[in-house]
């Protein structure tokens, strides 16, 4: 997470347990700046779900000055610690929407209650890119960032109680959406079909670096990492939610964006 630089305050990262909507335990991270948060963020992580990589994600975005939670998407499977990436993926089309979205809502306020914030955004990847998708519709959350997320529901995912992306796109809250060129979990027809959607939406943006594969942002430990790309896509992540980090060279980035 090392491209994402770290804000001017403090922050503390701890584990909790959620409630999810019938009682049962959900685990999840939680990190608040030192002092008294701007706002609230809640995370979707990527298909391998909550581990230390997202404590120190949670972290270095709690120093920027919000309040963070990120629970785990696959709570609900008692061996998920023992599943590799692919395992999980199979288990996708067993997921609901109501329940994942659901959490997502009740982390959000979570936030509220325990942190004091007023307003939540949602920023997530890859199947995390997905949900922040999905759930922007939700009028939950007032901004959203989707990191690579799947714009139209990947064959093998597809199940009777997850509904496509792309179809509640046009309820969206305001979205930063970024892509990489070489993704084949969002290929250039699906990435046009949301630019679309959102032609009449100045407050939806797609953003698409070129040369870039999928998970190109946040895990630097994967050959897709671009380390360039990542600190570019953070900046313009923490400037859509509010945050003005200090100066880019904006002629390098327009280079990468295509």
């Not at 969002?186 to 990435?191: E, G, L, V």
């Amino acid at each position: 997470m090392a491209a994402l630089r770290e804000g001017p305050y403090e922050a503390e990262v701890e584990r909790i347990t959620l409630r999810g909507e019938g009682g049962e335990p959900v685990d999840a991270i939680h990190a608040r700046p030192n002092g008294l948060p701007s706002r609230g963020l809640v995370v979707y992580p990527d298909i391998m779900g909550i581990r230390p990589l997202f404590d120190d994600l949670c972290r270095r975005l709690a120093t920027h000055g919000f309040a963070v939670c990120a629970p785990e998407p696959f709570n609900h499977l008692a061996d998920r610690d023992a599943l590799e990436a692919m395992a999980r993926m199979e288990r996708v089309k067993d997921l609901e929407d109501s329940e994942q979205i659901g959490n997502l809502e009740r982390a959000a306020d979570w936030l509220v209650v325990h942190d004091d914030v007023s307003e939540v955004d949602i920023l997530g990847f890859c199947i995390g890119g997905m949900y922040a998708l999905k759930a922007a519709a939700s009028g939950r959350f007032e901004r959203a960032v989707a990191f690579y997320g799947m714009i139209r529901v990947p064959e093998g995912w597809r199940g009777p109680n997850l509904q496509e992306p792309l179809e509640v796109a046009p309820d969206a809250c305001p979205v930063l959406a970024i892509f990489g060129a070489e993704d084949q979990w969002t290929p250039s027809a699906d990435i046009d079909a949301l630019r679309d959607v959102w032609r009449d939406r100045p407050d939806c943006e797609v953003v698409v670096y070129a040369g870039a594969d999928h998970g190109f942002v946040h895990d630097a430990d994967r050959p897709a990492h671009r380390a360039a790309d990542a600190a570019d896509a953070w900046d313009r992540v923490l400037r859509f939610l509010g945050v003005a980090p200090d100066p880019i060279d904006t002629s390098a980035s327009d280079q990468r964006v295509i």
